[in-house]
């Protein structure tokens, strides 16, 4: 029995410390010094090598290092039997809801606009109650920015694949539920997950709903948006600009025109990051339920995507 932690182009350090920690006996490999692959039968995982995990044929188990999974889903090769497991943990809900907070602040009162545009003109600003908030996805992450925002005076919607219910904020759901939920949203903030159905969500005709001058927060994920409409619909006044953390390509290319763009505010994929001390426990302990063979906390559907 042993666990293989796997994230190339990351330090692996913190998160062998961290389980070392927790267990110092562990049998403990890091990839790609793995001696005996028929002997991992637990992952934990952040962009592996496509295809790698069929090396491992006692694999059982693999932990996602982040709440978001889709770069373990996205392998075609992952075996159906394998679990796969996610990260859900107060600290990133926190960070995730102080910075979208604090991304909304900067629109509704132009903080860096003032600065892109060299103008000490002071530029007219909505008060907080005139923005609508609408966000995509009401999952762990997106409902906690929702309660952040609705304690900051916003008024909030949300959109998600079933109805929520969350005093104060107005849920819609489903492909009939988002025309409604775009029509009011001047503020739009992507929490979805990646999955075949949400890639590209971002595009032309998504923005076209929203009321003119709407703005888009995007903490999600690159693919979720369509790079030249959004460009295209910020130089047609469409869109009043857009704040993103995550691209398609990250690092953001030098040469990528957002970095140049005065109403493209960029973050370098910073939202809400894993502590591995902070989420060591709750995948040490499902590394424990895996052995006892009891249920698995956090696991996500293969099927769903998320
Ligand atoms: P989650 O708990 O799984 O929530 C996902 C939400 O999206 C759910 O409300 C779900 O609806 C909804 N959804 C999924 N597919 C949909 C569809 N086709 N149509 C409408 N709604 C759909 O995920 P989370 O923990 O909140 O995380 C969300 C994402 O944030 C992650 O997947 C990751 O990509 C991203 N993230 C980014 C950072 C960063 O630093 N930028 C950090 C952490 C996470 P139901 O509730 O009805 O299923």
Known sequence: MSVLIIC????????????????????????????EPENINYAISWKHPRGIFKKYPNLRVIASMGAGVDHITSDPEIPENISITRII???LCKDMSSFVLSL???????????????????????QVEEEQIGIMGLGTLGEAVAIKLLANDFKVSGWSKSKKHIEGVQSYNGERGLSEFLKRTTLLVCL????????????????????????????ARGEHLVEHDLLEMIDKKQLSGASLDVFRN???PQEHPFWKHPRINITPHIASVTDPKKVIGQIFENYKRMLENLPLKNLIELRKGY
């Open 8 to 35: 190339p182009g990351k330090d692996a350090k913190k998160w062998v410390e961290a389980l070392k920690d927790l267990e110092p006996r562990i049998n403990l490999s890091v990839y790609p010094e793995v001696q």
């Open 89 to 91: 943990d107060e600290q």
């Open 104 to 126: 909304v602040m900067n629109k509704v009162r132009n903080i860096s606009l003032h600065h892109s545009a060299r103008s000490w003109e002071p530029l007219m600003y909505n």
């Open 192 to 219: 979805l997950p990646l999955t075949s159905e949400t890639e590209n969500i971002l595009n032309k005709e998504l923005f076209e709903q929203l009321p003119k001058g709407a703005y888009i927060i995007n903490v």
């Open 250 to 252: 990250e690092p953001l």
